[in-house]
């Protein structure tokens, strides 16, 4: 894997899956994926993570701590977690774009935003623990958010 597919794949909550399922890529799908990518760099030299962190992510949750502060991170700067916490409003401000022509998506995806919300545990044994428990929480109730490889 080259570091621009494993990027690729560290833009975890299928934001790329979403896109790709569109039938055509417009403008605003290809900023938003550049902008992921862009972000999960940063993230990756943030927590000075390696290739070898990424392949975790293709694993279903917990992740290693390390793998799990990129997670963190990047839900960090797409405004999913806000504060130390899950934002409800910031997944729905980060996958909106994606689903709204599609209804039935956006309305899935609020469900998953609820059951996030009451499920997800801020009491944080790692420091990077909220990343493990919000990738959980997503992936059981949105499976298909998930890019295993």
């Given amino acids: 894997m080259n570091c621009l597919q494993g990027l690729k794949?560290?833009?975890?909550?299928?934001?790329?899956?979403?896109v790709n399922g569109e039938e055509r890529e417009n403008p605003f799908t290809t900023v938003v994926r550049k902008t992921l990518?862009?972000?999960?760099?940063?993230?990756?030299t943030k927590v000075g993570a390696t290739e070898t962190d990424l392949e975790y992510l293709r694993k279903d949750p917990p992740y290693p701590e390390k793998a799990a502060c990129i997670i963190k991170c990047l839900l960090e700067k797409i405004g999913v977690v806000k504060n130390n916490k899950y934002s409800k409003m910031g997944f729905m401000?980060?996958?909106t774009?994606?689903?709204?022509r599609?209804?039935?998506k956006l309305e899935h995806m609020?469900?998953?935003a609820d059951n996030c919300e009451k499920e997800v545990n801020h009491e944080e044994s790692t420091p990077c623990a909220l990343g493990n428990e919000i990738t959980a929480c997503i992936f059981k109730y949105a499976p298909e958010l998930h890019l295993k490889a």
């Fill in 37 to 44: 990518i862009s972000t999960a760099r940063s993230c990756m």
């Fill in 93 to 95: 401000a980060a996958v």
């Fill in 9 to 18: 794949l560290l833009c975890f909550i299928g934001l790329v899956f979403l």
């Fill in 102 to 104: 599609n209804k039935k």
């Fill in 97 to 100: 774009p994606l689903v709204f």
């Fill in 110 to 112: 609020k469900t998953v």
